[in-house]
């Protein structure tokens, strides 16, 4: 075996490891009683409303919800390797991020006068 292949096939059984206790050790340790609340579908908090047979309309706010979170976690993820190689980048790197960032802060704002962080 590669000696690079060892640490990450290592980090795998222990996430693995880890998984499986927690399933096991959930299952003997938690609450046995089930009620309606816990078997009911979880919908952030709003009372599910009752869909018809051939599916019906869907709030789109929680679509939006979840393209904004990828969004801005998308900047995250840029934002880490640029931090890490700033030195090495030079002016250019900073001109890029610059623009990238701007061009998240205008979505950001055209999102915040829309009213899509707003939570009715």
Known sequence: MN???IPILALGLLAGGFAVFSVIVASITGPKRYNRA???AYECGIEPTPQPMGG???PVKYYLTAMLF???DIEIVF???WAVA???LGVFGLVEMVLFIATV???YAYIWRRGGLEWD
Do not use: K, S
Request: glycine share 4%; proline share 5%; net charge neutral.
């Open 3 to 5: 000696n690079v292949a």
């Open 38 to 40: 816990r078997v009911d």
């Open 56 to 58: 019906g309309r869907f």
């Open 70 to 72: 990828i969004v801005f």
């Open 79 to 81: 934002l880490y390797p």
């Open 86 to 88: 700033f030195d090495q």
């Open 105 to 107: 802060l205008v979505v």
